[in-house]
């Protein structure tokens, strides 16, 4: 079955550096996306990309954050200059496959840890 | 604004029995519904979703009631299983974007 996969599955980063966390998003699929989930806390939506541009985005999705899709399978999110509070946990997610049901496909999440 | 609220934050059934969890929102505009499941370690997984035109949505064991009035819909897991403990949640959206917006979670725990 298809997946979407994530990488690293845990980064443990100093303050003020930058983090690129990567995704490989189900083939066909036309939508991507990124979610974070603070620890105890609910998921919540950064950013979402269609056709090579971001076509929405959260309050949270700063200038110090940024969304590309270097070639045809990776989708990646930058962290510039880490914070604190960016410690998370990541999850990559698509859609919009040829029975584009609304489903989003999730992969398993990427933890970052800011020290 | 807390647009979506979700209950109750965690719940304990014994096997065989039936889990409910409920999502109450605010926005009127949402018209998609879905609950996602999420095991320890892994990400969240569409486990059922409904459309605001029916007001009830059954798949196995899983259903969804909906009740557009209340702004308000629900998951009922009727035989739970110990292999249904998770964290549940709601993520409503809106005019097909697929900005879901999650609730805070229910943590399921099916006692064997």
């Known amino acids: 079955e298809p997946e979407v996969t994530q990488t690293p599955s845990h980064q443990v980063t100093q303050m003020g550096q930058e983090v690129i966390l990567r995704c490989v998003p189900i083939?066909?699929?036309?939508?991507f996306y990124w979610y974070r989930q603070i620890l105890g806390q609910k998921v919540e939506f950064l950013v979402s990309?269609?056709?090579?541009?971001?076509?929405?985005k959260s309050e949270i999705f700063d200038d110090q954050f940024s969304v590309e899709r270097p070639d045809g399978s990776n989708f990646t999110l930058k962290i510039r200059s880490t914070k604190l509070e960016d410690s998370a946990m990541y999850f990559c997610?698509?859609?919009?496959?040829?029975?584009?049901?609304?489903?989003?496909?999730f992969g398993e999440g990427s933890r970052l840890t800011v020290l | 604004q807390q647009q979506v609220k979700q209950s109750p934050q965690s719940l304990i059934v014994q096997k065989g029995g039936i889990s409910i969890i409920n999502c109450a929102y605010e926005n009127t505009a949402f018209d998609y519904f879905p609950w996602y499941q999420q095991f320890p370690g892994k990400g969240p997984a569409l486990l059922i979703a409904?459309?605001?035109?029916?007001s009830e949505k059954k798949e196995g064991r899983f259903t969804i009631s909906f009740n557009k009035s209340a702004k308000q819909f629900s998951l009922h897991i009727m035989d739970s299983q110990p292999g249904d403990s998770a964290t549940y949640f709601c993520a409503p959206t809106q005019g097909g974007s697929e900005k879901l917006v999650f609730g805070k979670g229910t943590k399921l725990t099916v006692n064997p």
């Open positions: 083939s066909n699929h036309l939508y």
């Open positions: 409904i459309r605001p035109d029916v």
């Open positions: 997610a698509s859609s919009g496959g040829p029975s584009n049901t609304g489903e989003l496909f």
């Open positions: 990309f269609y056709n090579n541009e971001i076509s929405e």
